[in-house]
Nanobody, 125 residues
């Protein structure tokens, strides 16, 4: 079982940027699909981005395309989510999650196997 620790959240003004990190122990993230999932108060969980196992493909939900970038640092066993052009609608708790097996990104976020504890992102207008 992989242990995941997110960091990098915080308060930022609209138009600003943050980089979230998901550091793993217990497993090699290169062997897993890794996704970022967010949940705002009163809303359902939403898959934001996902990167498959190596060689990687990446996927983004439409609302973050061209603003967010997911990437890996294999040496650090860490996955990042670079978030640019943030707006108040991006305010949520952000979780990283992993999927084993073939290392493909699941269509349903409930199909991820392991989850981190989350990091809060708040974007002020």
């Amino acid at each position: 079982q992989v242990q995941l620790v997110e960091s990098g959240g915080g308060l930022v003004q609209s138009g600003g940027s943050l980089r979230l990190s998901c550091a793993a122990s217990g497993s090699n993230l290169d062997d897993l699909a890794v996704g970022w999932v967010r949940q705002a108060p009163g809303k359902e969980r939403e898959g934001v981005a996902c990167i498959t196992r190596l060689p990687p493909d990446t996927y983004y939900t439409d609302s973050v395309k061209a603003r967010f970038t997911i990437s890996r640092d294999s040496a650090k066993n860490t996955v990042y989510l670079q978030m640019n052009g943030l707006n108040p609608e991006d305010t949520a708790s952000y979780y990283c999650a992993t999927k084993g097996g073939w290392g493909l990104c699941p269509r349903d976020v409930s199909d991820y196997d392991d989850w981190g504890q989350g990091t809060q992102v708040t974007v002020s207008a």
